[in-house]
């Protein structure tokens, strides 16, 4: 996208005939936001905000926003010295991670590690044990087990916060099925775990989500950043809040700022978003394993955006407007088209449809696919593109605006995100017009999970520091 103004549109030229062109558009164009529905987005989002920040329960009850206190205070300083270990579970796959900070510079190296199938439906405490067996190995392999380490711990499961190092487990998901552990606190199921095996000089210091983890990163790579956001398989933010602002905090507080998780995959659960849900969005609902949740997730993230795709195409053709009203069987099979074809298509052209061709091959359609197939799938994928932009851009304008900053840097990782070729420079440009008196920039946060997670160790021991030496 070359020019500065927010896409509304796909800039794909429909050359269709007249009755075609009708029905294209009349399926289609519903996707895309318009004005009016995007001003009811940044509304809504901002009432559920501040419900969700509400010491009345049933005000909080009334959103269908987390507002998750992570209890971490401050984002890196660059004064930031030591060494600091991060656990990321996030799956079956895990990582150890070392980041070696000196003056807020980090240097990190990391080793691979899996959770033995075995492991995934027996009791909790095997899981556990295995992930400090894999501290063990790590510390071991670099000559480290005589040093002493901060450990900041990525658990991406859901999970109630009651402090910066306590995490309650709500439930397993992905491929974790452990009959216990569920109103656990995974802290203490790790710190047990280390101490029975004796040989790990390990203090667990912070326990965090990608999306939090995505926020420091950011602000590794730059100062100014107060937001993150995850935009890939799911969708998610965070952002630096005013604890005068987090009303249902109640205790003792030392600070002026705490690191919000907003958990915005859920945005809408409440019904709130039902008035920019298309049928398709609703056909995917009902056919994903958690029906009724993560409703704005479902309407852009990476899981779900090729199957809406993929849900118009199947109706386009049997209203006889693609591919000669012909059905393949991997046009009716979920997951045949994703978000990858999707960005695929995106970085096509005018002179060149190799990969919209590439993806028509995928749905076993080449044989019945025209030129007006090719313009019409690629309308579609960028209908489904600037849908994207404008939901995520409305929510994001929304937290520009509440924190007031002149200012603002949003670190982003996902993806969805990286890989898509214009997503970037549309969320630009609809921030532009969206909130203009914040000047806002995205930056490519990656590896929030990991070094996230010892960044947040690193600022959790750089407090606790401080606070012992008043």
Request: aromatic residues 6%.
């Given at each position: 996208?070359?020019?500065?103004?927010?896409?509304?549109?796909?800039?794909?030229?429909?050359?269709?005939?007249?009755?075609?062109?009708r029905k294209?558009?009349?399926?289609?164009?519903?996707?895309?936001?318009?004005?009016?529905?995007?001003?009811r987005?940044?509304?809504?989002?901002?009432?559920?905000?501040?419900?969700?920040?509400s010491r009345?329960?049933?005000?909080?009850?009334?959103?269908?926003?987390?507002?998750?206190?992570?209890?971490?205070?401050?984002?890196?300083?660059?004064?930031?010295?030591?060494?600091f270990?991060?656990?990321?579970?996030?799956?079956?796959n895990?990582?150890?991670?070392?980041?070696?900070?000196?003056?807020?510079?980090?240097?990190?190296?990391?080793?691979?590690?899996?959770?033995p199938?075995?492991?995934?439906?027996?009791?909790?405490?095997?899981?556990?044990?295995?992930?400090?067996?894999?501290?063990?190995?790590?510390?071991s392999?670099e000559?480290?087990l005589?040093?002493?380490?901060?450990?900041?711990?990525?658990?991406?499961?859901?999970?109630?916060?009651?402090?910066?190092?306590?995490?309650?487990?709500?439930?397993?998901?992905?491929?974790?099925?452990?009959?216990?552990?569920?109103?656990?606190?995974?802290?203490?199921?790790?710190?047990?775990?280390?101490?029975?095996?004796?040989?790990?000089?390990?203090?667990?210091?912070a326990?965090?989500n990608?999306?939090t983890?995505?926020?420091?990163?950011?602000?590794?790579?730059d100062?100014?950043?107060?937001?993150?956001?995850?935009?890939?398989?799911?969708?998610?933010?965070?952002?630096?809040?005013?604890?005068?602002?987090?009303d249902?905090?109640?205790?003792?507080?030392?600070?002026?700022?705490?690191?919000?998780?907003?958990?915005?995959g859920?945005?809408?659960?409440?019904?709130?978003?039902?008035?920019?849900?298309?049928?398709?969005?609703?056909v995917?609902?009902?056919?994903?394993?958690?029906?009724?949740?993560?409703?704005?997730?479902?309407?852009?993230?990476?899981?779900?955006?090729?199957?809406?795709?993929?849900l118009?195409?199947?109706?386009?053709?049997?209203?006889?407007?693609?591919?000669?009203?012909?059905?393949?069987?991997?046009?009716?099979?979920?997951?045949?088209?994703?978000?990858?074809?999707?960005?695929?298509v995106e970085?096509?052209s005018?002179?060149?449809?190799?990969?919209?061709?590439?993806?028509i091959?995928?749905?076993?359609?080449?044989?019945?696919?025209?030129?007006?197939?090719?313009?019409?799938?690629?309308?579609?994928?960028?209908a489904?593109?600037?849908?994207?932009?404008?939901?995520?851009?409305?929510?994001?304008?929304?937290?520009?605006k509440?924190?007031k900053?002149?200012?603002?840097?949003?670190?982003?990782?996902?993806?969805l995100?990286?890989?898509?070729?214009?997503?970037?420079?549309?969320?630009?440009?609809?921030?532009?017009e969206?909130?203009?008196?914040?000047?806002?920039?995205?930056?490519?946060?990656e590896?929030?999970?990991?070094?996230?997670?010892?960044?947040?160790?690193?600022v959790a021991?750089?407090?606790?520091?401080?606070?012992?030496?008043?």
């Open positions: 996208m070359k020019n500065n103004s927010a896409v509304r549109r796909p800039l794909v030229k429909l050359s269709l005939d007249e009755d075609k062109l294209v558009q009349e399926v289609i164009d519903p996707l895309m936001l318009t004005d009016d529905q995007i001003k987005v940044m509304e809504t989002l901002s009432r559920e905000m501040k419900l969700g920040l009345d329960e049933s005000m909080r009850r009334q959103t269908s926003l987390q507002m998750e206190n992570t209890y971490v205070r401050e984002l890196l300083n660059g004064t930031e010295n030591g060494d270990l991060a656990l990321d579970l996030g799956g079956t895990f990582r150890v991670l070392l980041c070696e900070m000196q003056n807020g510079v980090c240097k990190s190296l990391s080793r691979n590690y899996n959770v199938v075995s492991k995934l439906h027996g009791p909790a405490v095997h899981v556990f044990d295995h992930l400090a067996a894999s501290i063990h190995n790590f510390l392999e000559k480290k005589h040093c002493r380490f901060p450990l900041g711990f990525t658990f991406s499961f859901p999970m109630i916060q009651e402090g910066l190092k306590k995490g309650i487990l709500v439930t397993w998901t992905k491929s974790f099925a452990c009959p216990d552990g569920k109103g656990e606190d995974a802290v203490q199921l790790l710190e047990e775990a280390i101490a029975r095996r004796g040989d790990i000089n390990v203090d667990v210091v326990v965090l990608d999306t983890g995505t926020l420091m990163a950011g602000s590794y790579l100062k100014k950043c107060g937001i993150g956001l995850i935009m890939g398989t799911g969708c998610n933010a965070a952002y630096v809040e005013d604890v005068l602002n987090v249902k905090w109640i205790g003792s507080h030392r600070g002026s700022d705490v690191v919000i998780d907003i958990e915005w859920a945005f809408g659960d409440n019904g709130s978003l039902d008035f920019v849900k298309t049928e398709f969005d609703q995917v609902d009902k056919n994903s394993n958690h029906v009724g949740s993560f409703t704005f997730e479902k309407l852009l993230a990476g899981h779900y955006i090729g199957d809406i795709a993929r118009v195409i199947l109706r386009l053709v049997e209203d006889g407007v693609m591919f000669n009203g012909k059905i393949s069987n991997e046009l009716k099979t979920w997951k045949s088209f994703t978000a990858e074809h999707l960005s695929d970085r096509d005018d002179d060149d449809q190799t990969n919209s061709w590439q993806a091959r995928d749905l076993g359609l080449e044989s019945e696919a025209s030129k007006d197939d090719i313009l019409i799938l690629r309308y579609l994928c960028s489904l593109s600037i849908r994207a932009a404008q939901l995520v851009s409305s929510c994001c304008s929304v937290l520009l509440h924190m900053r002149s200012e603002n840097v949003i670190a982003i990782d996902g993806s995100y990286k890989y898509h070729p214009k997503l970037h420079d549309m969320i630009t440009a609809w921030l532009k969206l909130v203009p008196s914040v000047e806002s920039r995205l930056i490519l946060a590896d929030g999970s990991g070094r996230g997670a010892a960044f947040v160790a690193a021991v750089r407090l606790s520091n401080a606070a012992g030496d008043k």
